[in-house]
């Protein structure tokens, strides 16, 4: 069974920054093809962003529109864990935040992730 464990996440101000971090438990973080969803009381998950997984060619990235240019995500192989940085954060970024993670498949899509962290909750102040 792959865990997940996600860290970060916290209160901040408008126009502030966070970063969240999700390490598998016992496996290595280059296994697997990873995303960032996101759920907003009373709102449906939503996908914010994906790495493909670990390989010889460069990485690919994919962001929602709504994060484009504000949230990077990335893998550091030597920590073990896939990052979320998250700058100029806004009232509507406030959420629970999740990690998910599969063994390839480079997806938008929650049921394409069998894999994820516990949630962590952002909450962004006006």
């Known amino acids: 069974?792959?865990?997940?464990?996600?860290?970060?996440?916290?209160?901040?101000?408008?126009?502030?920054?966070?970063?969240?971090?999700?390490?598998?438990?016992?496996?290595?973080?280059?296994?697997?093809?990873?995303?960032?969803?996101?759920?907003?009381?009373?709102?449906?998950?939503?996908?914010?962003?994906?790495?493909?997984r670990y390989s010889t060619s460069p990485d690919r990235t994919h962001y929602a529109d709504t994060v484009k240019g504000r949230f990077t995500i990335s893998r550091d192989n030597a920590k073990n864990t896939v990052n979320l940085e998250m700058n100029n954060l806004q009232p509507e970024d406030t959420a629970v935040y999740y990690c998910a993670a599969n063994f390839g498949a480079f997806s938008t899509t929650e049921r394409q992730y069998p894999y994820w962290g516990q949630g962590t909750q952002v909450t962004v102040s006006s």
């Not at 971090?21 to 709102?43: E, N, Y």
Request: hydrophobic share 35%.
């Open 1 to 52: 069974q792959v865990q997940l464990v996600e860290s970060g996440g916290g209160l901040v101000q408008a126009g502030g920054s966070l970063r969240l971090s999700c390490t598998p438990s016992g496996r290595a973080v280059t296994s697997f093809a990873w995303a960032w969803f996101r759920q907003s009381p009373g709102k449906e998950r939503e996908f914010v962003t994906r790495i493909s």
